[in-house]
């Protein structure tokens, strides 16, 4: 699949046409939304629109479609808890029950003092069940520690839900062999390991493009029957970025 870049700076190129052509060319079968909660905290009704949008022309178009809660600059997912538990409770009950819909909760928990056992676990255990009273099945995503990268505290203690997955974050110019590695001592364990974030570039999203890495790396998670989603559906200026930016957004008629 493909995620959306942060839908406060790039939404006008998440059309209805668009998706249409990434499901039916491109053969996507899952759109990642992000919306960073930062973003959502200043300016909470436009975001929710633009991503309750996004949402219905994906079911429209019967692809998966993940609702990326999307923290990063806030390391800690603690941080808008209230605002996180408040919109998870009103979005779960709009599309209770619907499969095509994915929760992501907390995108990259970051920063040296964020643990899975003090503040991601917490946070999850309180979040979880808002959207379970809502829509009992929902497959739902939780981040990990480390920008998605540290999966062994995971793994060592994990949530006690059905249908969680744990995400795994990779960009090929910066993370190999040793975060692999860990996604082995994931699945040993028997969790859930979901890449709901991945990309070609070093974990900047931006600089060289790092192909071959990137290649191993799509095998490594084919042969293991673990998911991807590749940063970023938008024209920003930066390497991540998988359209120009004098791609024509306005254009209906455009071939991506
Ligand atoms: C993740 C974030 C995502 C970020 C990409 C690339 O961050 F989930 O939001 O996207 O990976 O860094 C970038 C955009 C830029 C934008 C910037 C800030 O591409 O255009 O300016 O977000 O909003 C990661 C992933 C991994 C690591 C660090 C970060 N890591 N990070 O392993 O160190 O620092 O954001």
Sequence with gaps: GLS???I???PEVLTYNNLKQLKEDWKINVFRIAMYSDAYVANPDSIKQKLINTVN???????YVIIDWHILADNNPNTYYEQANTFFEEISSMYSNNPNVIYEICNEPNGNNITWNNEVKPYAEKIIPTI???????LIIVG???????????????????NIAYSCHFYSGTHG???QDNIDYALNKNICIFVSECGLTDASGNGNKYFNEFDSWINFLNN??????FWSFA???ESSSILSPNFPINDSNTNI
Excluded: Y
Excluded at 132 to 138: A, I, L
């Design 132 to 138: 379970r009273k809502n829509s009992p099945k929902s």
């Design 224 to 229: 293991k029957n673990i998911s991807w989603i």
């Design 57 to 63: 022309d994906c079911i429209n178009l019967d692809m």
């Design 8 to 10: 406060q700076w790039f």
């Design 144 to 162: 990990t520690p480390d920008w998605c990268k540290q999966l062994k505290p995971v793994a060592d203690n994990p949530l006690e839900f059905k």
């Design 4 to 6: 959306s870049h942060g």
């Design 177 to 179: 062999k040793e975060l």
């Design 235 to 237: 024209n920003k200026d």
